[in-house]
């Protein structure tokens, strides 16, 4: 099982939500809960190394969900089977979030302009889904984050319907925090 999207649109709660649903997660820990992410990132640091090919854990993986963010999911064994949860946000809100978090750990926020940043997402986004379109071994539930937040049960029951096992909807329910949607959309 594989959780992902960009960067800031929702993967960890995603990740939260199924460990409360009864699914295993591949995590390390090694990237620790902060203001960014008070509930935790959910990371398995081998995926940075996806296409390098660091692809040996990926078997004992089975059953398991794992993140692996949108750039990283080319590098995907081909030989295995997928069940990808892709997660989708409005992109001024992935922007505001990523800036912030930058603020936070002190870093530039003027590499890129937003508007630059905006389009090399979307394309980013185009390529990713066509790519995952063509992909036999992969299925694809997409997922909006705002709509996690409106009706966190029927999102729920819909991921335990995608996956196929069951899974306790009412504590998946309860993970998403409203109090962590800091950066909302104007429109």
């Known amino acids: 099982i594989i ?23 591949l995590t390390d820990e090694q990237r620790l809960a902060d203001e960014d992410n008070p509930q935790g990132y959910f990371e398995f640091e081998r995926v940075k ?21 949108s750039y990283l999911l080319e590098g995907l064994p081909a030989d295995q089977r997928y069940q990808v949860i892709f997660m989708q946000r409005d992109m001024q809100e992935i922007l505001a979030s990523q800036k912030q978090m930058l603020i936070r750990r002190g870093e530039p926020t003027d590499r890129v302009s937003d508007e630059e940043m ?6 980013h986004l185009k390529q990713v889904e066509a790519w995952l379109e063509e992909q036999p071994n992969i299925e694809v539930l997409y997922v909006h984050y705002t709509e996690i937040l409106n009706d966190p049960r029927t ?10 096992v069951p899974l306790d909807v009412e504590q998946m329910a309860a993970v998403p925090d409203e109090r962590l949607h800091r950066q909302r959309s104007r429109a």
């Open 49 to 69: 190394k996806l296409k390098e090919g660091d692809v040996d854990w990926v078997p004992a993986a089975q059953g398991k969900a794992v993140k692996v963010i």
């Open 118 to 123: 905006a389009t090399l997402f979307k394309k």
């Open 155 to 164: 999102l729920a029951s819909t991921v335990a319907g995608f996956l196929g």
């Open 3 to 25: 959780v992902s999207g960009l960067p800031r649109s929702g993967t960890s709660m995603m990740m939260k939500m199924l460990k409360a649903g009864g699914i295993e997660l």
